[in-house]
Structure formats: C-alpha cells, structure tokens
C-alpha cells in the first residue's frame, strides 16, 4: 500500500492553456474524490467517482472541468481554457466501504495548479 | 446545506503544554460523522480523530481527544501534551452519513507550537 498519488506536483501554465492531473488512489479503493484547495481556505468537493461512475459533481466543477476514471482505477481531472481564477491545490482523496475504514478517506499530497 | 467553521485562524501553545481548536457546524441530518484532519506544511492531509454522531462517548485517539457537544453542534479538539510534530493546518470536517459521501470542511486552524 503506497499510498495516493497525485502527478504532477505542481503546474504552471498560461491562461487559456489546458491542464490535466492524475490521480492514483490507494489500490482496491474503489471511491475516490477530488477536492480543490485555495490559500488558507479548507478543501473544496469537486467529484465523485464509485468504481468507473461519476455519481456527484459539485456546482463548482464548470463545464471547463471534467472528470474521468475509465477503468475504475486511476483518475484525470482536465481543465480546458484556464483561468487566474483556477490556481489551487487540487487534491484526490480514495476510500473504500469494504475496508476496516470506510468512513475515512485518504488524501494524496496534492497538484498545486498556478495559472499566470 | 451543511456547514462547518472554525473561528480561529490561528492558535498557538507551549511545547508540552494542552491546546484546545473550536468547531462548529450545522446540519438538518441525525447520521453523520466528524472528523479532524492535520494538514502538515507541504505534506498530505491525515485524519487525526473522528466521531460518530450516534455514539455519546467522546473519541479519544492518544494524546488527542474531541468534546462532542450534539445538541450545541460543537466539536473541539483537545491536544495534550503538545509536541513540535503537531504543528500543521487542523481542519474539521462533517459528512454525512450512509455509503459514500463528501466532506465539508471548515476554513482551518494554523497551530504553532512554541518551543
């Protein structure tokens, strides 16, 4: 067990650019989220995914975001035509109802998104 | 909609000595849970406590341990014996109960351990 892990670390990009992060939840976890973090603030919920489906989006995930985990494994969160608005951390959490810890969801170290 | 706060930014202790960060939150449901999460500098969020809200009995995990007040809606966290390592970013956070279910978290609390 390695543990989440989140690629890359940190981007930088232009506005207008396209980004996108991955996400690779804690293996057998078959749920995992994304939340957004800004500066001082707590996370944010983003998305949920059970397995490959996308059960809930929050209202802060604009039609510029989309999610996907095509084989209910690893996970991508794009975001099309960024904005100064978008810097954050972004980060990926995963949890599992059949382990000794449902209730608790592991949280990966995180991609801080800059947009100049 | 659920909602949580915490209403200090910023505390700091003694090493060794016991430090209390406030949490309150608001909700219309009877089956949910609360959490702490440590967000050390730089390093990944860990979940520090949690408490079921059907049981009476505050949670205590080590030197940590939560004061559950349900009919208040407050839920602090109690470190003792505070150590240098316990410097981070605390949040508190609500979910709701049944199968998968996002975490709303408050707006954190920085803790500095003075040496």
């Known amino acids: 067990d390695t543990g989440v892990s989140q690629d890359p670390r940190h981007k930088i990009t232009k506005r207008g650019q396209n980004v996108t992060f991955r996400c690779d939840p804690i293996?057998?976890?078959?749920?995992l989220y994304w939340y957004r973090q800004t500066l001082g603030q707590g996370p944010e919920f983003l998305t949920y995914f059970q397995n490959e489906a996308q059960l809930e989006k929050s209202r802060l995930l604009s039609d510029r975001f989309s999610a996907e985990r095509p084989k209910g494994s690893f996970s991508t969160l794009e975001i099309q035509r960024t904005e100064q608005g978008d810097s954050a951390m972004y980060l990926c959490a995963s949890s599992s109802p059949t382990s000794g810890r449902a209730y608790e969801q592991f949280f990966g170290p995180g991609t801080r998104l800059t947009v100049l | 909609a659920q909602t949580v706060t915490q209403s200090q930014p910023e505390m700091s202790v003694q090493e060794a000595e016991t430090v209390t960060l406030s949490c309150t939150y608001d909700?219309?449901?009877?089956?949910?849970?609360l959490f702490w999460y440590k967000q050390p500098p730089s390093r990944q969020m860990i979940l520090v406590i949690r408490?079921?809200?059907?049981?009476?009995q505050n949670a205590t995990e080590n030197r940590f341990s939560v004061n559950f007040q349900k009919a208040a809606k407050s839920f602090s966290l109690k470190i003792s014996d505070s150590q240098l390592g316990d410097a981070a970013m605390y949040f508190c956070?609500?979910?709701?109960?049944?199968?998968?279910?996002?975490?709303?978290f408050g707006q954190g609390t920085r803790l500095t351990i003075n040496p």
């Open positions: 956070a609500y979910r709701r109960g049944g199968g998968a279910q996002k975490l709303v």
């Open positions: 293996s057998e976890h078959n749920r």
């Open positions: 408490q079921e809200a059907y049981k009476q």
């Open positions: 909700t219309s449901e009877s089956d949910y849970y």
